[in-house]
């Protein structure tokens, strides 16, 4: 009973939260579809901890989605032990990174003040699971090794299933304790999505590398800068310097994205 209801009910739940809620928001609350950056508060923290999380859960999920989408072709490769090493060690690497990363970025939110001040009950729980998921994801690649192999052969059959429409656990029972706790709490973060920030993924500014160049014209007045009062104004000639002062600075152009 326990099974079915992690396994099958719960992956179902959460799929149909992702889908309708996500739609929802953006549909009603686009504006909502931000990562709300705490960079103004804080930036130093923040880099040594978003830099290594984004690089190792990029290279985390494409090593799953490249499991889930060529599981024999995967099969196939590690059938060499070399190759079989290197994608391990690939694997716990980027893994490593996700841990250093999400620990900095706790970190980081438990002890700024004005950090704190801006973290929601959301916020707070969506770290929780992301830590756990990594945790956990590290522990099976130390003590359960092989893990792409064992991957591609147990757990990809189990989610197909579950695309067709057809659970079938068979696969997955015999999986260890910490494997299956590293699937559920997958579908965990998959019903919270759409109601945190991590909505922002779905509208990456991809566009911006391939949108022409903005024009930024800057036109200063520099003694109005200087808090002195500006040029008196003419009827024929508009701004009239005075006498022995500087000419005023014309404007700039830059390029810029």
Same mark, same amino acid.
């Given at each position: 009973m326990i099974d079915n209801l992690v396994f099958i009910i719960l992956p179902y739940a959460a799929a149909t939260l992702f889908v309708v809620v996500t739609i929802q928001r953006y549909v009603r609350k686009g504006f909502t579809y931000s990562s709300l950056s705490s960079q103004f508060l804080e930036t130093r923290e923040l880099f040594y901890g978003s830099v290594p999380w984004h690089i190792g859960i990029l290279g985390a999920m494409f090593g799953h989605l490249i499991g889930f989408l060529f599981p024999s072709q995967v099969l196939w490769f590690n059938g060499v032990p070399a190759r079989l090493y290197v994608l391990e060690s690939t694997g716990l690497l980027f893994g490593l990174m996700c841990l250093v990363g999400i620990v900095s970025l706790i970190a980081r939110r438990l002890t700024s003040p004005r950090i704190r001040a801006v973290t929601s009950k959301v916020d707070v729980l969506v770290l929780v699971l992301l830590f756990v998921q990594v945790a956990l994801g590290v522990y099976v690649a130390l003590f359960y090794r092989w893990g792409s192999s064992w991957y591609a052969a147990s757990a990809v059959p189990y989610l197909r299933s579950l695309f067709a429409l057809e659970p079938d656990l068979?696969?997955?029972?015999?999986? #260890?304790?910490?494997?299956?706790?590293?699937?559920?709490?997958?579908?965990?973060?998959?019903?919270?999505?759409?109601?945190?920030?991590?909505?922002?993924?779905?509208?990456? #500014?991809?566009?911006?590398?391939?949108?022409?160049?903005?024009?930024?014209?800057?036109?200063?007045?520099?003694?109005?800068?200087?808090?002195?009062? #500006?040029?008196?104004?003419?009827e024929t000639s508009g701004a009239v310097a005075p006498a022995g002062s500087e000419p005023a600075p014309s404007g700039r152009t830059i390029a810029a994205r």
């Open positions: 068979k696969m997955i029972a015999p999986l #260890p304790l910490a494997v299956k706790l590293h699937i559920v709490n997958a579908f965990l973060l998959a019903a919270i999505f759409p109601f945190s920030r991590l909505v922002h993924m779905l509208v990456v #500014p991809i566009h911006y590398l391939w949108r022409p160049y903005q024009l930024v014209v800057w036109n200063w007045n520099r003694r109005r800068l200087r808090g002195r009062a #500006p040029w008196p104004k003419t």
